[in-house]
C-alpha cells in the first residue's frame, strides 16, 4: 500500500534566547493510505507537537530544524505559511481534544462549518444542506435545527461530533485526532471511537490518532508509534507491540495497563517522570526511568533497529537479546 | 492542547514578564518618592512664597530666576506647584482612603451575606451607577457648596462603589474557596472568617484600583478647581493655578502649561505603581 | 422573542433604579438648608411667584405628598422655569441636548477607532515593540488630565495651528461638525487608552485559546481568523468597560463644553451651579439618568447579541 503521509527525520525545536527545547527530536514514520495510524506516550512527549509541526502549527518560538515531511509526494516543511495553508483543513484535517474550547463560542454551528465549505462555489441554500447532512453523517439528531446552535447547547459527545462535522466538511484526506476521547465519558467515548472508524471506511480517509491510552489504540489503530521525550521509541504493528513490546519504556506502558483477569497485582506503574526536554542528553532518554540501563544507554544514543518484522526499537538491549 | 504548552511556553515567558514588571514598579515609586518629599518638604525645594504678589515681575516667561515663569500677580508658578503638591497628593489620598475603606466594606459584607444584604447594596450601587461620576459630584457640590471639604464629601459619596463591586465579585469567587470552608468548619466566627481569612485575600484588586483612582481623583479634583467649584483661589492647587492661567492661555502659556505637565507626570508615576503592584500581587497571590 | 423578553425584563429592571435615582433629584432641592421656595426662586422673586411655587409644588405639604406633586408635574413635562435665564427648564434642555449628544457620540467614535486597532495591534505583537509602544502611550493616556489636555489641544490645534474652530458650536452642520473635533478627541484619549489596555490584554487570552488553534488547523486566511474568531470574542468582555466609559465621558461634558465654549448640558449643570438655578440643575441631572440608563439599555441589547451565552439571568 502506498503512503500518503512520510515523516522523514523531522525536528522541531523551540529556540528560546536561554535554551533550546528538542520538542520534536528525528522523528520519522509514516502513514499509508487508508489506515490508522496512533501516536502514543505521556502528555508532554510531543505527540501533538509532531502533528501540528506536520502542517507548520508548531507553537511560537518553535522552529523546523530539519527533516522532511512528504504529503502525498510533497514536502511541506518546504512551503511558505501561504502555501502550506492550502492543506491545512482541506488536504490535512484535525480535531481537538476539549470541543468546548475547540469550537468558536459565539459562531453557529452552521457558520463554522460554512467556513469548510467556502470558496467551493456553493450557494448559501447548498451549503446549509451540506452542513445538515454532515451532522446527519456523525449521528446528530434533529440536525436541521440543531444546525443553527451554539456549542454551548450541545452535550459533551454531540459537541465532539459536531467538530468532527465541521473538519470534514472540507473533505480532508488525511484526519488527525488529538486526544479525540479524553475529554469526554467513558460510554461516549466508545461512540466516538466507531463513529471516527466508521467515516474513516465511509469517506476512504486516513487517519492519525494521537493519545496517551493504549486501549484507543488497541481499539483503532492498524500500527502505532511510541513517543518519549520527543522521540520515537519503537513502532510496530499494533498487534505485534502488544504481543511482544521491545523497548523497556512500552513493556512498562503496557504493564501499568488495568487488565481485565482481576489479578490485582498486574497494575505497575513506570517510577520516576521524563526528562525536561530543554538542553542536552547524551544517552538515552529513558534511561533514569529503565530498569535494564547500563553505561551505554546513559552515554550513547540508541537508534531505530529492526526487532521484528515491520518492528523497530530504539533501545541498545533490543536486537537479538531482549 | 495542554500536551505541547505544558513543556513549552514557561521558559521563554519568564523573561519577557519579569523585567517590564519592575521597570513600572520602579519607575512608580520613584515617582512617588519624590511626591512625598516634595510634599513634606517644600520650603527646601524653593525660596519664593507661592502666594507672594510681586506686581515688577508679572506674566514673566521661565528663566533662571523663575523657573516656571510667573503668572498674572507675579506669583511665582514654581514655588506655587511645588506647594501645590501637598494639597494636590492630599486631595488624591483623602479622596481614595475613605471609599477605600467604605466601599471594600460594603463589597465585603455583600460578598460574604449574599442573599437581602447583597441585593439591598446591589441595587444601591445600581442607583449610584446611574449618575455619570462627574454630574453627581457637581449635583453634590451645588448642594453643600463649594470649597475643599465639600469636594473631598462628594467624592467620598461617589467613590465608594468601584470597590464595592470589585471587592463583592472577588469574595463571591473566594466564599467557595477550600481555606475558607476549611475555617468555617473550625468554628472560627464569622467576623475573624471575614478580615483574617477572607479580606487579606480579595483586597489586592482594591488596593490596584486604589492606585490608579489617585489619578483620577486627582484630576477631577483638578477638573472641578479649573471649573471654580473645587479649591479656591489665592490657594495653590494644581487645577487652581491652571484655571487662573486659562484667561492667559494666549500670551502665557507657562500658567496652564506646566502646572499641567506636573500633574501629568505624577499620574503616569501613580499609574506605573499601580500597574507594577498589579503584575505583583497577582504573580504572588497565583 | 426571547431577545425582545430580554429587553422588556431589562428595562422592568431598571425602573426601581430609576425611582431611586428620581428621589435623589428631588431631594436634591429639598436637602437645601433654609426655605426650599426662596432658595429655588431666588432671594429677589416677587411674594406672589413664592406663594404660587409654594401652592405649585404643595410645600406646606407632607415630603411624601410634595414628591407626588413633582412626579404629577414631571408627567406633565413640566421642570420647573430657570431662574437664571428665566425660561421653561425644559426648553433650556432641549437646546442643550443636541451638542452633549452629538459630543458623546463623537467622543464614543473616536474612542472605538482609537481603541480597538492599537489594542488589537499591541495584543497580536505581545511583547514585541509595537506592544512596549502602544502600552506605554495607553499609560500615558491615562495619566492625563482631561481638561489639560482640552486646553493643550486647543492651544496647538485651535490657537497656533488654526486646524480646528475653537469658536464653538457654530450654525451649519459644519460648524458643528468642525467645532467638536477637538472636544471629541479631548474626551477620547483617556476612554481610548483604557480600550486599549482591555482589548490588548482579551486579545492576548484569545490568542491562544484553543478555537484559534482549532481556526488555523483549518486553513482559514489570517483575516478571517482575526476577525471572526480573535477580534469577534476579545470585544465581549470590552463592551461592557465601553458602556462605562460613554457614562462617563458623558459627565466629561461638564469639563469640556467649558473649555471650548460649548452650549451644551454640561456646561448648563456648572452655569446652574454657580447661580444656584436649582431647577435646572435638577432638570439637567434628571436628563443625564435617564441618558445613563439608555445607554445601559443598549449596551445590554449589543451585549446580548455579541454573546450568544447570555440568558435572560
Redesign the interface.
Same mark, same amino acid.
Given at each position: 500500500m502506498e503512503n500518503i503521509l512520510e515523516v522523514r527525520n523531522l525536528k522541531m525545536y !523551540?529556540c528560546? #534566547? #536561554? *535554551?533550546t =527545547?528538542r520538542?520534536v527530536d528525528d522523528v520519522s514514520f509514516s502513514v499509508r493510505a487508508g489506515e490508522t495510524f496512533g501516536i502514543v506516550g505521556e &502528555? @508532554?512527549? @510531543?505527540?501533538?507537537?509532531v502533528c #501540528?509541526t506536520l =502542517?507548520q %502549527?508548531? +507553537?511560537a +518560538?518553535?522552529k523546523i530544524l530539519g527533516g522532511q515531511v512528504i504529503y502525498r509526494g510533497k514536502d511541506l516543511t518546504s512551503l511558505s505559511e501561504k502555501e502550506v495553508?492550502? !492543506?491545512? @483543513?482541506?488536504e490535512i484535517?484535525?480535531i481537538?481534544?476539549?470541543p468546548m474550547? &475547540?469550537?468558536? +463560542? =459565539? %459562531?453557529k454551528i452552521r457558520d463554522q462549518i460554512f467556513? &469548510?465549505l467556502k470558496g467551493r462555489g456553493l450557494t448559501k441554500k447548498e451549503m446549509l444542506d451540506q452542513a445538515v447532512s454532515l451532522l446527519r453523517l456523525v449521528d446528530i439528531p434533529d440536525p436541521e435545527k440543531r444546525v443553527s446552535e !451554539?456549542v454551548?447547547q450541545f452535550s459533551g459527545g454531540m459537541r465532539q461530533r459536531a %467538530?468532527i462535522a465541521?473538519?470534514l466538511a472540507?473533505r480532508p484526506k488525511l484526519l488527525i485526532a488529538? *486526544?479525540p476521547t479524553t475529554a469526554l465519558d467513558v460510554t461516549i467515548q466508545n461512540q466516538i471511537i466507531s463513529l471516527i472508524a466508521r467515516l474513516k471506511k465511509e469517506l476512504g480517509m486516513s487517519v492519525i490518532v494521537i493519545t496517551h491510552d493504549l486501549g484507543v489504540v488497541n481499539e483503532m489503530c492498524s500500527r502505532v508509534a511510541v513517543m518519549y521525550a520527543g522521540r520515537i521509541v519503537e513502532t510496530a504493528a499494533t498487534r505485534e507491540l502488544f504481543d511482544s513490546p521491545a523497548h523497556p519504556y512500552t513493556k512498562g506502558l503496557i504493564a501499568s495497563l488495568p487488565r481485565g483477569d482481576g489479578s490485582g497485582d498486574s497494575l505497575k506503574p513506570i517510577p520516576g517522570a521524563p526528562p525536561s526536554?530543554?538542553g542536552e542528553f547524551p544517552g538515552c532518554a529513558f534511561a533514569d526511568r529503565c530498569p535494564h540501563a547500563t553505561d551505554r544507554c546513559r552515554t550513547e544514543r540508541p537508534e531505530l533497529r529492526p526487532a521484528g518484522p515491520e518492528h523497530f526499537a530504539a533501545c541498545h538491549l533490543t536486537g537479538g537479546n531482549a | 492542547m495542554s500536551d505541547h504548552n505544558a513543556a513549552v511556553t514557561r521558559p521563554a515567558r519568564r523573561k519577557s514578564l519579569f523585567i517590564p514588571r519592575s521597570i513600572s514598579l520602579t519607575c512608580g515609586l520613584i515617582v512617588l518618592a519624590i511626591v512625598v518629599v516634595v510634599a513634606l518638604f517644600p520650603g527646601i525645594f524653593t525660596h519664593y512664597d507661592p502666594t507672594l504678589t510681586d506686581p515688577m515681575s508679572m506674566l514673566k516667561a521661565p528663566s533662571a530666576a523663575h523657573w516656571f515663569g510667573t503668572d498674572n500677580y507675579g506669583r511665582d508658578i514654581f514655588a506655587r506647584v511645588i506647594y501645590g503638591t501637598r494639597i494636590d497628593i492630599l486631595i488624591g489620598v483623602g479622596c481614595v482612603i475613605v471609599p477605600f475603606i467604605f466601599g471594600s466594606l460594603m463589597g465585603l459584607f455583600a460578598g460574604y451575606y449574599g442573599g437581602k444584604v447583597d441585593a439591598v447594596i446591589m441595587r444601591i450601587l445600581d442607583v449610584f451607577m446611574a449618575f455619570p461620576f462627574l454630574v453627581m459630584v457637581i449635583a453634590i457640590v451645588a448642594i453643600l457648596g463649594s470649597g475643599i471639604r465639600n469636594m473631598l464629601i462628594a467624592m467620598w459619596v461617589v467613590g465608594w462603589k468601584e470597590y464595592a463591586r470589585l471587592v463583592r465579585s472577588e469574595v463571591l469567587v473566594a466564599r467557595q474557596s477550600e481555606y475558607v470552608q476549611a475555617a468555617k468548619t473550625m468554628g472560627y466566627s464569622e467576623l475573624r472568617v471575614i478580615l483574617r481569612h477572607i479580606m487579606p485575600n480579595v483586597i489586592s484588586s482594591a488596593i490596584i484600583y486604589g492606585a490608579s483612582d489617585i489619578v483620577m481623583c486627582m484630576g477631577t479634583a483638578a477638573s472641578l478647581s479649573y471649573l471654580g467649584i473645587g479649591v479656591k483661589p489665592p490657594t495653590p492647587e494644581w487645577g487652581a493655578i491652571i484655571n487662573e492661567g486659562k484667561a492667559f492661555i494666549q500670551t502665557a502659556w507657562w500658567i496652564t502649561v506646566i502646572p499641567g505637565a506636573v500633574l501629568a507626570f505624577v499620574g503616569w508615576g501613580f499609574s506605573m505603581l499601580g500597574d507594577g503592584l498589579s503584575d505583583l500581587l497577582r504573580a504572588d497571590g497565583q | 422573542m426571547e431577545k425582545l423578553n430580554y429587553i422588556l425584563k431589562r428595562i422592568l429592571q431598571m425602573i426601581p433604579v430609576f425611582l431611586i435615582a428620581l428621589i435623589l433629584v428631588f431631594a436634591l432641592v429639598h436637602l437645601l438648608p433654609g426655605d426650599t421656595a426662596l432658595a429655588v426662586l431666588g432671594a429677589k422673586a416677587k411674594p406672589e411667584v413664592i406663594a404660587a411655587y409654594r401652592a405649585k409644588m404643595g410645600l406646606d405639604k407632607p415630603l411624601i405628598v410634595q414628591f407626588w406633586y413633582y412626579v404629577k408635574s414631571l408627567l406633565r413635562l413640566d421642570l420647573g422655569t430657570s431662574t437664571q435665564y428665566n425660561m421653561p427648564v425644559l426648553d433650556l434642555l432641549l437646546s442643550r441636548f443636541q451638542v452633549t449628544a452629538l459630543l458623546t457620540l463623537m467622543a464614543t467614535f473616536f474612542t472605538v477607532l482609537i481603541g480597538l486597532p492599537l489594542g488589537y495591534l499591541a495584543g497580536a505583537k505581545k511583547d514585541r515593540a509595537a506592544d512596549q509602544g502602544i502600552r506605554a502611550l495607553a499609560l500615558l493616556g491615562l495619566s492625563l488630565p482631561t481638561f489639560w489636555v482640552g486646553l493643550m489641544l486647543m492651544l496647538i490645534f485651535g490657537v497656533r495651528l488654526r486646524w480646528f474652530s475653537i469658536s464653538g458650536w457654530g450654525k451649519t452642520w459644519q460648524d458643528h461638525f468642525r467645532g467638536l473635533i477637538l472636544p471629541a478627541v479631548t474626551q477620547a484619549l483617556f476612554a481610548a487608552s483604557v480600550i486599549i489596555r482591555n482589548v490588548r490584554n482579551n486579545v492576548v487570552d484569545v490568542r491562544s485559546a484553543d478555537y484559534v488553534d482549532y481556526a488555523r488547523s483549518k486553513g482559514l486566511p489570517p483575516g478571517r481568523i482575526a476577525s471572526m474568531h480573535i477580534l469577534r470574542n476579545a470585544m465581549i468582555p470590552t463592551v461592557t468597560l465601553l458602556s462605562i466609559r460613554i457614562i462617563s465621558m458623558l459627565g466629561g461634558t461638564v469639563v469640556v463644553e467649558n473649555i471650548y465654549s460649548l452650549q451644551g448640558m454640561g456646561a448648563l449643570l456648572v452655569g446652574a451651579v454657580e447661580h444656584r438655578d436649582y431647577a435646572v440643575v435638577q432638570g439637567t441631572v434628571l436628563v443625564f439618568i435617564l441618558l445613563v440608563l439608555f445607554i445601559n439599555l443598549v449596551t445590554d441589547i449589543i451585549y446580548s447579541i455579541l454573546d450568544p451565552r447570555i440568558t435572560l439571568d
Open positions: !523551540y528560546g #534566547r #536561554r *535554551e =527545547v520538542a &502528555s @508532554g512527549c @510531543g505527540k501533538s507537537t #501540528r =502542517v %502549527m508548531q +507553537p +518560538p518553535g495553508r492550502a !492543506y491545512r @483543513g482541506t484535517g484535525m481537538f481534544q476539549n474550547t &475547540s469550537l468558536n +463560542p =459565539v %459562531m467556513e &469548510s !451554539y454551548h %467538530m465541521i473538519t472540507a488529538d *486526544e526536554l530543554a | - | -
